[in-house]
């Protein structure tokens, strides 16, 4: 699926645009199913554990920032990162032995769509390695006006920036006059529905508001090598199951080959993203409790 040049690109920015990951079918089913849910959360007046509402929303004019974990709302998601193009491109890059970390359906609605602000996957959930990476399928065109993906090339090999706010406390965004944010070296990563983004869990990155009149569907696909295990300290609901319940879930969590027993420890920066945000739900809850400071101009 990739050739050594992608491959290459990717190690060294830390990023990568690939087209065409979604046959024409696979594309119309998971459109298909994701405004299914989007039309059942009119019935929604309050974030679940399916829907997280934006500001507007209503039973008229549906606003969601996210379908939360869509793999287990509907086996389709599941089936698409086990058994496609995208399962390819993950063997090539984090090797045989693949586990999802989380997935997420970021919904940006027309008209304002919230803003991602920018961050550094790694801030929320360090590992005893780095072979972790989000995946970013897109459902519709992405463009320069319906919130796009915007990466800084290279960040990955650089420090972990601080993702607190001024008391402290944990607020899943950097500040944007860190010395260290260079806004300028910025790519932004637009493409046709069906491609796919890929960055890795150190990248910085982050997303305008949506201004245009159409959605911009981005379903993610958070994903790490078998043998990355979870530090202790990050806010994954794993860190809640017991040892028989953890083992399960790795096995349910498999995309290629089998779970890892033994971690590979390497030098990683890491720093746990304590402590938490008064609202830790999802990345928005967490920045705008946090009081994240936007790099977004209104």
Known sequence: MLSKEQIEFYNENGYLM???VLTPDQLARLREISYDFIDKSRAVTTSDDVFDLDEGHSAQTPKLTRIKLPHKQHPYYWEIAKNSRITEVLRQLLGPDVLLQTSKLNTKAPGGGAAVEWHQDWAFY??????????GVMLEDVDLV????QVIPGSHKGPVLSHNNKDGVFCGAIDPEDPDFHSKQAV??????????????????GSAPNRSDRARLLLFYECLAADAWPLAGASSYMHRLSAKDFLADLEARTIIGKPSLVPRMEAVPVVLPLPPAPDAGSIFKTQKTGGAKTAFAA
Request: charged share 15%.
């Open 18 to 20: 690939v087209e065409n």
């Open 188 to 205: 932004t990563l637009t493409g046709k529905a069906g491609s796919m983004t890929v960055h890795h869990a150190r990248t910085l990155h």
């Open 126 to 135: 360090p590992h005893t390695n780095d072979d972790i990476l989000a995946c």
């Open 146 to 149: 319906n919130g796009p993906l």
